[in-house]
């Protein structure tokens, strides 16, 4: 038995709550904070309380843009550039593969794309102790 | 754990209580105004008592056609009051919950929309009722503090009631123990004062259309 | 035997900034802070100490330490080996009997004043607390020992909350809440029957973070978790509003996704975070599975009548109650009724009639 045969509809009237279109305002906002001023924001999907369908519409809405990269880090990271530049989707899963963050991110790129200064540091390190065992 | 006891007192205690007091209090009067007995009548019968006391108790439902500005205003007012309130406590949804809950029976629920109408109307119409009380002066003068009371005590649930359905200004939890307390105050409090008109308006009215009828006097 | 710091730890390990920083996105979602404050959170995190935790189990089902365990983020691994230095928890840990004791009696010890208590399940008291005793020691005892030396005490759960299913009529073991016992320590309560495990995580990583508990409601629990009711951020609200019911659980209205409310649901007088931080690694919610709310997050929900009957509804028999006043009122009556007659009869009997005679005069 796969889940079709389960006979549950979803009505089509649950997308009248409108939320989808408030959060697409917001990240308009956010959009024109950000060309001004360079403010990166990020909002919290899981904060808001969609529906199933909702957020497939707002996937709908927001589109795929052309870069999209992957972490592997405790679990996997999705993340992707949505059709507007400068807004980012970005999924985190744990290892065993459930969703421990759902965030949208204004900015340039993600935050956590960046190499961070401890982990360059470290890896400098490494490549050190490397080279003089070599010698 | 304050909220949610007081919740669950006025749900069940509560509203046993006042359930008691309410029903002991009714019958109590009516069976005692009944029982206060007329003379039998040695003279006979020209008419029917039920015809008559039946037609006069609707016959004065009606708006009577002969009524002063004054009385118009009064009249309308109070049908839109009490029609808006019979509205709202008999076929919003959750009234009918209770009323499943308690009796068994259950009805058809009327739309949201209408239930609000209904409940702005009724609660605009006593708000007007209590500014003429005021303002008028023959009115004025023949208020007591227990007309003010009982206009209170029927004001209130209808408020919370709606505000509880909009949940406006409180929390539901709140609202809805408030909304419970209030109908309870006004169970125990009716049949002890004006109030009780809910049954002897109709007490009084057959008993005058029915003293007619035995006369054969048709109005 | 001072606990290293998460950073310390972390880095031996071999575990990157940038998943640290991962990590510390998902607490934030966790503890429903802004997203951006991930990094500011890493950056604390990574200095603090991990405390010590002791963690009691009383009266209780073992559900609530269930639920932690399914606890997504972080595994609980990652949270007790990373976060914080558990050091008893007598269904988790390794050693058992006199060592298990042993290593309480240690940490309590050696933290005195610093540890954070956590504690699942009621405490009877009843009968001097003889309901419920670990090691020949009442839960009663443990509780006042514990909470003695206790930085903060946590109660995971609605039992150790506000009671529970142990407290619910008749509560024949005398079971009562921790903040029933214990007046003198900082107290969170996160309710829960059982409580969502992100939740308990997230108050503990909020702990850590800040040092301090975070803001409370009245009822004692975390405003970030507990500050609105399910039926404020339930996605069927609007079918609420419409007056769309479902009137049973496999009607037109139930697979159409329709409001629960006549089927009992208790969303808009529970405060809790399911609707919008769900359970299972963030599947779904009770009411998506079209069961609606029995509100186990609030206290005395087990003796609020029936989980499938509605707010509405009375939580006593009020049919025969109306009927026993009904006969009352009668009788009533009939006595006022026969004193009124026996009035009126004496009065006509003492009535003197007036005669002529009378009229004349002298
Ligand atoms: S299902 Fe429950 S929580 Fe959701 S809208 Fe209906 S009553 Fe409120
Ligand atoms: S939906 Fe209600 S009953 Fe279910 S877990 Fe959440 S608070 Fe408890």
């Known amino acids: 038995m796969s889940l079709d045969d389960i006979s549950i509809k979803v009505a089509a009237d649950l997308n009248s709550i409108g939320s989808v279109d408030a959060l697409l305002n917001e990240i308009a906002t956010r959009l024109e904070r950000f060309i001004a001023s360079g403010e990166t924001a990020m909002i919290d999907l899981k904060s808001l309380p969609f529906s199933p369908s909702e957020y497939e519409a707002l996937r709908t809405a927001l589109g795929r843009g052309e870069v999209s990269a992957r972490l592997e880090t405790i679990g996997d990271s999705e993340l992707y550039e949505t059709h507007y530049a400068g807004v980012w989707w970005v999924t985190h899963y744990n290892v065993e593969g459930d969703v421990i963050a759902d965030l949208i991110e204004i900015a340039a790129v993600p935050a956590i794309l960046h190499s961070q200064p401890e982990d360059v540091q470290d890896g400098l390190e490494r490549l050190q102790r490397t080279l003089s065992q070599e010698k | 754990m304050v909220t949610q006891e007081i919740l669950l007192w006025v749900r069940g205690t509560g509203l046993q209580i006042a359930v008691a007091v309410f029903v002991i209090g009714m019958v109590f009067r009516m069976l005692h105004i009944r029982m206060l007995g007329r003379k039998k009548s040695l003279a006979q019968a020209r008419g029917s008592e039920w015809s008559g006391g039946l037609r006069t108790i609707w016959k004065r439902s009606l708006v009577s056609t002969r009524l002063s500005a004054r009385g118009y205003f009064t009249v309308i007012a109070g049908f839109i009051f009490h029609i808006g309130f019979f509205v709202t406590l008999l076929f919003l949804s959750q009234h009918i919950d209770l009323i499943r809950a308690v009796l068994g029976l259950h009805w058809p629920a009327m739309p949201r929309g209408v239930i609000d109408m209904a409940a702005v109307l009724s609660i605009a119409a006593m708000v007007a009722l209590l500014v003429h009380r005021f303002v008028d002066p023959v009115k004025r003068l023949l208020s007591d503090f227990q007309d003010y009371l009982t206009w209170l005590l029927s004001f209130l649930p209808l408020l919370s009631g709606f505000m509880l359905l909009r949940e406006i200004g409180f929390e539901y939890i709140t609202l809805l123990t408030l909304h419970i307390a209030s109908v309870e105050l006004l169970l125990i409090v009716a049949p002890f004062t004006k109030l009780a008109h809910m049954f002897t308006t109709f007490m009084a009215r057959w008993y005058n259309g029915a003293v007619n009828g035995f006369k054969g006097i048709n109005i | ?362």
């Open chain 3, 1 to 362: 035997m001072e606990h290293e710091t998460l950073e310390q730890r972390l880095h031996e390990q071999g575990i990157s900034r940038r998943s640290f920083l991962k990590f510390c996105a998902a607490m934030a979602t966790m503890m429903a802070l802004p997203p951006g404050s991930a990094s500011a959170i890493a950056a604390t995190l990574a200095k603090v100490k991990r405390p010590s935790v002791i963690w009691l189990s009383f009266q209780e089902c073992t559900g609530c330490t269930e639920s932690l365990t399914r606890s997504h983020s972080p595994t609980l691994e990652s949270m007790i080996f990373d976060m914080v230095s558990l050091d008893y928890h007598h269904t988790l840990q390794a050693a058992s009997g006199h060592a298990a004791e042993q290593a309480r009696d240690d940490a309590m010890k050696e933290f005195h004043g610093k540890y954070l208590l956590l504690v699942d399940g009621s405490i009877p008291i009843k009968d001097g607390g003889v309901y419920s005793t670990i090691a020949g020691r009442t839960n009663l005892d443990m509780l006042l020992e514990a909470a003695e030396g206790a930085a903060a005490i946590v109660a995971v759960g609605s039992c150790a909350a506000f009671g529970g299913l142990p407290n619910a009529q008749p509560n024949p073991t005398g079971a009562v809440a921790v903040s029933d016992l214990i007046k003198d320590k900082p107290i969170i309560n996160i309710s829960g029957c059982p409580p969502i495990p992100a939740v308990i995580t997230g108050v503990l990583a909020h702990y850590l973070t800040f040092g301090a508990l975070p803001a409370l409601d009245a009822l004692g629990r975390p405003k970030a978790f507990y500050g609105e009711t399910i039926h404020d951020r339930c996605y069927r609200r609007p079918m609420y509003e419409q007056g769309k019911f479902a009137r049973t659980f496999d009607d037109e209205g139930a697979r159409n996704g329709w409001c629960l409310y006549e089927l009992g649901c208790k969303g808009p007088t529970t405060h809790n975070a399911c609707a919008t931080t769900k359970w299972n690694g963030g599947t779904s919610f009770p009411i998506e599975s079209g069961h609606g709310c029995i509100g186990c997050s609030e206290p005395k929900f087990w003796d609020a009548g029936s989980f499938y009957a509605p707010l509405p509804a009375p939580t006593a028999d009020i049919a025969s109650v109306a009927k026993t006043a009904a006969v009352v009122g009668a009788a009533a009556a009939v006595i006022a009724g026969a004193v009124d007659r026996g009035k009126k009869t004496q009065l006509q009997q003492s009535l003197v009639k007036l005669t002529v005679e009378d009229l004349k005069g002298d």
